[in-house]
């Protein structure tokens, strides 16, 4: 029986995880984290009957306790109760689904723990990669990339020990405004950024589709994963999202990974590594592919992509004023207080006014962090 724990069960990821588990039968949740909602915690513990929940807020963690008080459950909150989780004793995996640099500590908690890392938080490498890495290699556990793009590239690095790569080919679906400059787009409101053309997703991810941010911070994810420099990394706009990365070797050879647009892939490989598992769903079918196309990205007009390049190669506390940056921009462009373009303009203005650490700890990368968020709120 295969134990796992989840940070973020209530979001896209953590869902589609708990779809994976109830398609087999034989992996125990043992514990679960929320950020806020409460109802549907309540009922994933019901079904799932974890050992131990947490929830962010203190108050929202009270009333959950009261709720589930005819179970076994154990509630906590906070980062506390989010580091309870990421060292729950029998959990052998621990899926990183939460949102933001929140979800550092408790990703150190756990490998120190012992625990194997499904990763669907990019922000814990992209800030903090120069710490992450060297863990996993000293507590020897497993780093496994959730994200499609990545587990892409894991899967295509599969059997090529002490084999080179020359480049790393991210792939992107150029996402709802492909093709539009940045005049077009200053009309472009909340709904139509969340309408991607492909993949179904979070509303803050979705959002950094539509701007090529989370491309960008695929980018400097990637730089960590797979220990190959910024540039070594090209993206490649392949708007069909049936090629989900590549990887060039020295001798020219490019392997790719390709299926439909499902995260239940990525996640259920990662939770079986290195087994494959029968998955339910829709397979890719070639004799109706009209044809796969690829571009290059437009750095121009879609510039959180060019300036997550600039922050992954500045490296140090850079790369965490280019996410906090862009979290409060694309949270202030939910509410509806800033309009679209704003978004990287804020991302650039926070970069041009930091002063950057070469080698943050984790306390500065979150007072980093921080300060990127009361300088924003200074300016806009």
């Not at 969340?194 to 911070?217: A, Q």
Request: charged fraction near 25%; glycine fraction near 8%; proline fraction near 4%.
């Amino acid at each position: 029986m295969k134990k796992i724990a989840i940070l973020g069960s209530t979001g896209s990821i953590g869902t589609q995880t708990l779809e994976v588990v109830r398609n087999n039968q034989d992996i125990q949740v043992t514990a679960l984290a929320a950020g806020s909602n409460i109802d549907l915690l309540e009922r994933q513990i019901r079904e799932f009957k974890p050992r131990f929940a947490a929830v962010w807020s203190k108050d929202k963690a009270e009333e959950l306790r009261l709720r589930v008080n005819d179970t076994n459950v154990r509630v906590f909150s906070g980062m506390d109760g989010l580091i309870q989780i990421a060292e729950e004793p029998e959990a052998q995996i621990l899926v990183t689904a939460i949102v933001g640099m929140i979800g550092i500590r408790p990703t150190i908690a756990a490998i120190k723990a012992g625990k194997d890392i499904a990763l669907a938080n990019k922000e814990t490498l992209v800030t903090a990669g120069h710490i992450i890495m060297p863990l996993i290699k000293a507590y020897r556990v497993r780093l496994l990339p959730v994200d499609s793009e990545h587990s892409a590239i894991f899967q295509c690095l599969n059997g090529e020990t002490g084999n080179r790569v020359h480049k790393i080919l991210l792939t992107a679906s150029g996402g709802p405004f492909r093709g539009m400059t940045r005049a077009q787009m200053k009309e472009i409101q909340v709904e139509d950024a969340l309408k991607h053309p492909n993949w179904s997703m979070g509303r803050k991810i979705t959002v950094d589709s539509s701007t090529m941010v989370n491309k960008g911070l695929e980018v400097m994810e990637a730089r960590w994963l797979f220990g190959v420099e910024m540039d070594q990394v090209e993206v490649v706009v392949q708007p069909q999202s049936v090629i989900h990365s590549m990887v060039e070797f020295d001798d020219g050879a490019v392997i790719a990974q390709l299926g439909t647009p499902d995260m239940k892939l990525p996640i259920q490989y990662a939770l079986y590594y290195p087994r494959r598992r029968y998955l339910p769903g829709e397979r890719l079918d070639f004799s109706k592919l009209c044809g796969l196309s690829f571009e290059k990205p437009d750095f121009e007009n879609f510039r959180g992509l060019s300036l997550a390049y600039e922050a992954g190669r500045a490296g140090g506390s850079v790369p965490a004023v280019f996410n906090a940056a862009n979290e409060m921009a694309v949270g202030k462009f939910l509410d509806r207080k800033i309009d679209y373009l704003t978004i990287t303009d804020m991302i650039e203005g926070a970069m041009e006014h930091h002063r950057r650490i070469a080698s943050p700890s984790v306390d500065e990368i979150l007072e980093t962090e921080q300060e990127t968020y009361e300088y924003i709120e200074s300016r806009w």
